[in-house]
Nanobody, 123 residues
Framework: QVQVAESGGGLVQAGGSLRLSCAAS????????MAWFRQAPGKERELVATIGRTGNYENYADSTKGRFTISRDNAKNTLYLQMNSLKPEDTAVYYCAASNGPVITSTSMATYWGQGTQVTVSL
């Protein structure tokens, strides 16, 4: 059974940076497709960034391209999301997700979910 747990959220001013971490257990992250989603109050959960199981595929939401970077450290069995130039509209609960499939491009393709970590960006 795969378990994932996020950390690293918090309060940051607009223009600042945060790095989220997602620690995985039960399977190596190198054998999983993984992704970051976020959900703001009153909105649907949306895909922020995704990395394929082989690591050769990455994709980002248009709103995060050029500002966010997804990566993973196989030795630490951890997925990361580096978030730069943060904006108030990035405020949301951020979720780590994993799948046994090749890639995650929607919520329905994710099998394993973390509990989420709150990111709040103030003006």
């Amino acid at each position: 059974q795969v378990q994932v747990a996020e950390s690293g959220g918090g309060l940051v001013q607009a223009g600042g940076s945060l790095r989220l971490s997602c620690a995985a257990s039960g399977r190596p992250v190198s054998s999983l497709a993984m992704a970051w989603f976020r959900q703001a109050p009153g909105k649907e959960r949306e895909l922020v960034a995704t990395i394929g199981r082989t690591g050769n595929y990455e994709n980002y939401a248009d709103s995060t391209k050029g500002r966010f970077t997804i990566s993973r450290d196989n030795a630490k069995n951890t997925l990361y999301l580096q978030m730069n130039s943060l904006k108030p509209e990035d405020t949301a609960v951020y979720y780590c997700a994993a799948s046994n499939g090749p890639v995650i491009t929607s919520t329905s393709m994710a099998t394993y979910w973390g509990q989420g970590t709150q990111v709040t960006v103030s003006l």
